[in-house]
């Protein structure tokens, strides 16, 4: 006897797995800020470029109770359901351990060890983790495997090329951490490796990144109050990613912490 129920089981697998990405992408939208968070002297701003794929990004920044802001980024290795629901795992531990006040390098170690209680060794989440201080200008970043962030100024770009090694791998691991002076017009730019793929065509593991795309695209020298715009920054990163492609299928995500003197609201 000749079955006919294929066509209808098959349809109701494809229904269920579109489902199943949706759900997904609710997921990973909802770890990802929403909006741009400015003070009289600090703005935020970001960019999620997402493609057809799910993936793991997640960020966020905040104000704590002490007046600093803070900001963490970072980029699950591989793609759908999996890695989203790795994300929310690494967003919900980290925000069990960020607390105002904790250096980002003791943040990271303590996340690493609540990762190691978890273990799932199946994949990673890359990460970065900073605090800004609006009333000194001082930004102490600590990283676990994504490349840079970059420090943007009037006069230039720096590469901080920090270095860490992904929670969850290894028992007592410490993290460096890098202490920047910012001063009015300077901003940092952070960002999540599907943009680093975008700008050099490669498609490595997440930590091993060149920045020869990056640097191109991060203006050399401008403006004061350019350098300072988020807004300006984000767009033009956005911009020199779309126009190289976005290889292997991988959305991306950047994030801008600026520093003025004083900041008008944008009309």
Do not use: W
Not at 46 to 51: A, G, T
Not at 130 to 152: C, D, K, Q, W, Y
Not at 198 to 203: E, I, L, P, R, W
Not at 217 to 237: E, I, Q, T
């Amino acid at each position: 006897m000749i079955s006919v129920d294929a066509p209808s089981e098959t349809v109701t697998i494809e229904s269920l797995r579109e489902t199943e990405l949706q759900e997904a992408r609710a997921i990973q939208l909802a770890m990802l800020a929403s909006e741009g968070l400015r003070t009289p002297r600090v703005e935020i701003e970001s960019e999620f470029q997402p493609v057809t794929e799910v993936g793991g990004d997640f960020l966020d920044y905040f104000l704590l109770s002490d007046g600093t802001a803070g900001l963490y980024l970072g980029d699950v290795t591989g793609k759908g359901l999996p890695a989203a629901l790795f994300a929310a795992l690494a967003v919900g531990t980290l925000r069990g351990v960020h607390k105002p006040g904790t250096a980002p390098s003791t943040v990271l170690a303590q996340l690493n060890k609540r990762m190691l209680l978890k273990n799932v060794t199946v994949r990673y989440a890359a990460m970065q983790y900073a605090h800004l201080n609006p009333e000194t200008g001082v930004m102490r970043i600590a990283s676990a495997g994504m490349h840079g962030p970059f420090h943007l100024r009037p006069s230039g770009c720096d590469d901080l090329a920090l270095c860490g090694i992904p929670p969850g791998l290894f028992p007592n691991t410490e993290y460096e951490m890098k202490e920047i002076q910012l001063v009015a017009g300077d901003s940092v730019v952070f960002l999540s490796d599907g943009l680093i793929d975008a700008m050099n065509g490669d498609g490595e593991n997440p930590g091993s990144r060149k920045d020869h795309g990056v640097a191109g695209a991060l203006p050399r020298k401008v403006a004061a109050r350019n350098s300072a715009d988020a807004l300006f920054v984000r767009r033009g990163l956005c911009e020199r990613a779309g126009s190289t492609g976005r290889p292997h299928g991988r959305g991306f995500t950047i994030s801008v912490t600026s520093l003025g003197e004083s900041l008008a609201p944008h009309y």
